[in-house]
């Protein structure tokens, strides 16, 4: 089962799953993943690793991933906006892996200040701990994943795939394999991941879930359950009432 806590812009998912495999998608933010116990695959465009027991993972904002857990598993996922990274005193984190113990201690502590909702000089004192720990050179298991695609641009994905195609002067076919070798996504996983963000900003304002999932094109709230599910490891009813 999976929580979700939210204490001003930042945002907790937590649980325990034994089985789960994320689509292909990106956040506009930084995630930092805590594992406890089991462990998670994360699979970038041409490298993957292994996210176990203890250890934590940062993923930089925009950079194109899945993930799959397939055996018990607990872990908690915070999605920290770029700019708080920043005020923490780090300009910029690399997507890695650390397996070093004090890394995963103040990942943990930020995780309960939150839950908690924490006074934010508490919440931006952990932060800046955990930022401080993570681009500490410190002899440690570390593992650096360089991103290789560019950023997704801002388009109207309401427009057909011929449309943008002939926009680019490209065929159908050649738009869409440039485009997912260039961004690391098809336009129609694209479209997929911007109606479960926007459903999931329709119910944090307090949507009924069958009214979020016409507002999103699902017709089929059983389709539009089992997408949300996919994407966030949550139905929209366990998530809107937090």
Not at 34 to 44: A, I, K, P, T
Not at 105 to 126: D, F, G, P, T, Y
Request: overall charge positive; glycine content about 6%; charged content about 25%.
């Amino acid at each position: 089962m999976v929580r979700y806590t939210k204490h001003a812009d930042l945002e907790v998912f937590e649980g325990e799953l034994s089985e789960h495999r994320y689509p292909w998608h990106y956040h506009a933010c930084y995630t930092i993943i805590v594992v406890e116990r089991g462990s998670v695959l994360y699979q970038f465009q041409d490298t993957s690793v292994h996210v176990g027991g203890s250890e934590v993972l940062v993923v930089e904002p925009f950079h194109v991933h899945r993930n799959m857990i397939a055996q018990p598993t607990t872990y908690s996922a915070i999605f920290v906006p770029h700019d708080r990274v920043e005020r923490a005193g780090s300009a910029q984190l690399a997507t890695q892996r650390s397996a070093r113990p004090a890394v995963h201690q103040k990942a943990v502590a930020l995780v309960q200040c939150i839950k908690e909702a924490a006074s934010m000089n508490v919440v931006n004192e952990r932060l800046a701990a955990l930022c401080g720990s993570i681009t500490d050179h410190l002899p440690g298991n570390e593992t650096v994943v360089p991103s290789r695609t560019s950023r997704v641009p801002a388009i109207d994905l309401d427009r057909r795939i011929t449309e943008l195609a002939v926009e680019a002067r490209l065929s159908k076919y050649h738009f869409q394999r440039s485009f997912k070798k260039k961004h690391g996504l098809t336009i129609g996983q694209l479209k997929r991941q911007a109606n479960s963000e926007k459903a999931k900003a329709l119910l944090e304002l307090g949507g009924a879930p069958l009214d979020v999932a016409h507002e999103v094109g699902y017709f089929d709230q059983s389709h539009f359950i089992k997408y949300f599910k996919r994407m966030w490891a949550i139905t929209p009813d366990r998530f809107s009432k937090g």
